[in-house]
């Protein structure tokens, strides 16, 4: 099945630094590959993803790139501010009837001021 | 708020108990989840639900019972749980099984303490 790594486990950055969070899979067949930001005492939300087809996609101060040949995608944030301060997941979707989901372990970013 | 609620936001129950936990989502989705958040683990898959229909039950314990009476509401039944049990509850829910549409939609999960 589908292993996703996920590093650093924790990251602390300035305001206004950027910030990069790395991840890797196993499964050549994953074709989607969203990231979700959890505040705390909330459920994690979709900030951005990335379908397999496409090598980089930005949304503002967000942005996430996919190298297939290598299997692995990473989240950039830049000017980063202290609401961005939370945990990250990377997820990795296969292609399958089923589309099984596997996530990785998390970031927790905090960004100082 | 995300669309997705559930309740209640907390719970602490002892062994003996039995409980359940609510999901309730008006987005139009037809799949929804169950996941469960331990600390320093993925998110666990626990059941999946599409159009009203079990689809997955990831060798969760019987202790755990879902219900899934129509698109918008989901269950989780608990009954004679254990200490490690403890953990958030997170309610999901997506376009179609899957979520390769428009990933999850979360809701704000349920912390349960088992004592």
């Known amino acids: 099945g589908e292993n996703v790594e996920q590093h650093p486990s924790t990251l602390s950055v300035q305001e206004g630094d950027s910030a990069v969070i790395k991840c890797t899979y196993s499964?050549?067949?994953?074709?989607?590959f969203p990231w979700y930001k959890q505040e705390l005492g909330k459920g994690p939300q979709l900030i951005i993803d990335?379908?397999?087809?496409?090598g980089e996609k930005k949304d503002q101060r967000i942005a996430v790139t996919l190298n297939k040949t290598a299997k692995h995608f990473s989240l950039h944030i830049t000017e980063t501010q202290p609401e961005d301060s939370a945990v990250y997941f990377c997820?990795?979707?296969?292609?399958?009837?089923?589309?099984?989901?596997?996530f990785g372990t998390g970031t927790k970013l905090q960004v100082i001021p | 708020e995300t669309g997705v609620t559930q309740t209640p936001r907390h719970l602490v129950m002892g062994m003996t108990n039995k409980k359940s936990l609510k999901c309730e989502q008006h987005l139009g989705h037809n799949a929804m989840y169950w996941y469960k958040q331990s600390a320093k683990k993925p998110l666990e898959l626990m059941f999946v639900y599409s159009l009203e229909e079990r689809v997955e039950n990831n060798s969760v314990p019987s202790r755990f019972s879902p219900e899934c009476p129509n698109s918008s509401h989901l269950f989780l039944h608990l009954h004679t749980l254990q200490p490690e049990d403890s953990a958030l509850y997170l309610c999901?829910?997506?376009?179609?099984?899957?979520?390769?549409?428009?990933?999850?939609?979360f809701g704000s999960g349920t912390r349960l303490t088992v004592v």
């Open positions: 999901a829910s997506s376009h179609d099984q899957g979520q390769a549409r428009s990933g999850y939609t």
């Open positions: 990335i379908r397999s087809n496409v």
């Open positions: 499964d050549s067949a994953s074709n989607y």
């Open positions: 997820a990795a979707t296969d292609s399958g009837g089923y589309q099984k989901v596997t």
